[in-house]
Structure formats: C-alpha cells, structure tokens
Nanobody, 126 residues
C-alpha cells in the first residue's frame, strides 16, 4: 500500500513563500495538490503527470505556484510564492496508484486520485 506524507506547511505573511513536500513509498502515476478550508469543498490546486512533463493549475495560483516531482527521491513538491490570505487552508497530496492517462480536464478533480495524505496546514496572514 502506498502512503503519502506531507510536510512543509506553516504560517507566513502575505507575499511570502513556502515549499510543501510529499514523500511516497511506492510507485505513483498522476499526482496533485489539493487544499481545503473548513466549510468548503476540497479544491484542486495543481497536478502533474507521472514523468513531470505535464502540469495543470487552478486559475487562482497560476504564475505563483509550481508543482514538480523527483521520482528518484519519491517526492512531490509545491513551491508557493507571493502567498495571499486566500491561500490559507489544509493542503493535501494526492496520487493515482493505478495507471490512467493524464487528462488536463480531470487532473484537478478528486475522482482522479485514489490515495491521499493526511494534510499539512498553511496559514497566510495579511
């Protein structure tokens, strides 16, 4: 069974940066970062194909966040720059451990993933 463990969350002022990491202990295919604020549905933030060659972002983070992966280190990253208070939330790492094509249209949907981490909190103050 593949496990995902997030790290790197914390508190930062608006305009600051954080880098989230997600370590995994087995083979994964498509991967993504989601975030959730209490009372809201989980939102897809960024996704990446197995090789890292294709990425997707939700509109609100384009130009500020970068998703990447190092398969040799079994680690997924999310570099978050120019953080805003609305980026506050619990960030979850997600993976598909079954082979499926990478489709941009579904890459930020929860249904595309079958393995989830426990989450890491990000708080951005104004």
């Amino acid at each position: 069974q593949v496990h995902l463990v997030e790290s790197g969350g914390g508190s930062v002022q608006a305009g600051g940066s954080l880098r989230l990491s997600c370590s995994f202990n087995g083979y994964t295919y498509n991967m993504a970062w989601f975030r959730q604020v209490p009372g809201n549905e989980r939102e897809g933030v960024a996704a990446i194909s197995p090789s890292g060659g294709v990425t997707s972002y939700t509109d609100s983070v384009k130009g500020r966040f970068t998703i990447s992966r190092d398969n040799a280190k079994n680690t997924l990253y999310l570099q978050m720059n120019s953080l805003k208070p609305e980026d506050t939330g619990t960030y979850y790492c997600a993976a598909s451990i079954t082979s499926r094509p990478y489709y941009q249209i579904e890459s930020l949907r929860e249904s595309a993933y079958n393995t989830w981490g426990q989450g890491t909190q990000v708080t951005v103050s104004s």
